[in-house]
């Protein structure tokens, strides 16, 4: 499967989280390293985690949109939508379990994304950002089509201190040919 400009979208649908997709994505944080890698805490408890996920379903925030990713019929990780500011939202996405890293299943999501953002929820403009000390993500964002607008704040990735690196990236961005 490929998006509009040829690039593999690795079979990637995203969907409304489903009470299911709870134990998935917490079984996720039994593995101490994917907890570093996506900035999870290492202190719950598997069934604290559990716990956690199943409230984020069954009531999540009202300024959250997070989606499920599947792919092959498995639950692949999930992307956000998060803001509430009118026409603008923040691009979130994870790629669940450690295995499935590195495989285009993160610039598969953030592309889906995108579309649901722009083509679903009629956004205007959508921004990101990732830690500079995390490369993949910051080529993901950058192969989106997605512009560096800033520095943002400081933060931590895999025990380093590093910052944000902040993007964007308009409705007439996505739509114009080739990017998206």
Known sequence: MSSPDGTPTKGVLLRPLEPGDAPVMAAWGDDLLFCDEAGWSRDLDPAERRERWAELVADPPADLLRLTAVAGGEVVGYVDLHGSEPGRRELGYLVGGRARFGKGLGT????QGLDHAFGVLGLDEVWAEAADANPASVRILQRLG??????GGDTWH?????FHRQFAITRAEWESPGVS
């Open 108 to 111: 598969a999501m953030a592309r």
């Open 146 to 151: 997605m512009t560096e607008t800033g520095r």
């Open 158 to 162: 895999l025990d380093r201190r590093t």
